[in-house]
């Protein structure tokens, strides 16, 4: 069981915006400052969204953004677009110099 | 362009061992820590292990602590895995990493009799 916890699926319509959590459920994250996202489409390489919380990677669209309150933290991607159909996943390092990935949540765009 | 290609995967019974390799390009190897995180059908990511740029600190997940060896020759710009006594559970797609922000395509493992 992982000590992130992301919901299994959220869904929205093209234009919308969808808001995917991820919580930490142990004391094992210190700060929980290093929360980073990631886009998976099936069968191809996973694709780093938000690094550190809220830092977006060169390259990657300003629909795209992140943030934390407490022990959850949040990924928002505004404007749906087809595209955007994928599975996203949470992650963080741990006390321990190890990392943890989220359950992942399955993203439907209607 | 920062690339990075595994290599190695197949099709071993349990018990048994395979080595995947990774081939980094097009970013300074040497000073990046690496990363193995794999995908069984059907499930999540999970990360598996991690290497410091010089090799001096290495760390696992419990699903594979003991089992699994991470290392690293900055000379060849190459990451590998030995993976040995090798489970049913351990059949995934395995992907290497340097910090997260460059993948390979992964390689596929299975484990079966």
């Known amino acids: 069981q992982s000590a992130l916890t992301q919901p299994a699926s959220v869904s929205g319509s093209p234009g919308q915006s969808i808001t995917i959590s991820c919580t930490e459920t142990?004391?094992?994250?210190?700060?929980?400052?290093?929360v980073s996202w990631y886009q998976h489409h099936p069968g191809k390489a996973p694709k780093l969204m938000i690094y550190d919380v809220s830092y977006r990677p060169s390259g990657v669209s300003n629909r795209f953004s992140g943030s934390k309150s407490a022990n959850t933290a949040s990924l928002t991607i505004s404007g749906l677009q087809a595209e955007d159909e994928a599975d996203y996943y949470c992650?963080?390092?741990?006390?321990?110099?190890?990392?943890?990935f989220g359950g992942g949540t399955k993203l439907t765009v209607l | 362009e920062a690339q990075l290609v595994e290599s190695g995967g197949g099709l071993v019974q349990p018990g048994g061992s395979l080595r995947l390799s990774c081939a980094a390009s097009?970013?300074?190897?040497?000073?990046?820590?690496m990363n193995w995180v794999r995908q069984a059908p059907g499930k999540g990511l999970e990360w598996v292990a991690n290497?410091?740029?010089?090799?001096?600190?290495?760390y696992y997940a419990d699903s594979v602590k003991g089992r699994f060896i991470i290392s690293r020759d900055s000379a060849k710009n190459s990451l590998y895995l030995q993976m040995n006594s090798l489970r049913v559970e351990d059949t995934a797609v395995y992907y290497c990493?340097?910090?997260?922000?460059?993948w390979g395509q992964g390689t596929l493992v299975t484990v079966s009799s």
């Open positions: 290497i410091k740029e010089d090799g001096s600190e290495k």
């Open positions: 097009g970013f300074t190897f040497s000073r990046y820590w």
């Open positions: 990493t340097n910090s997260f922000d460059t």
């Open positions: 142990s004391s094992d994250f210190g700060g929980y400052n290093y």
């Open positions: 992650s963080s390092n741990t006390t321990t110099n190890t990392w943890v």
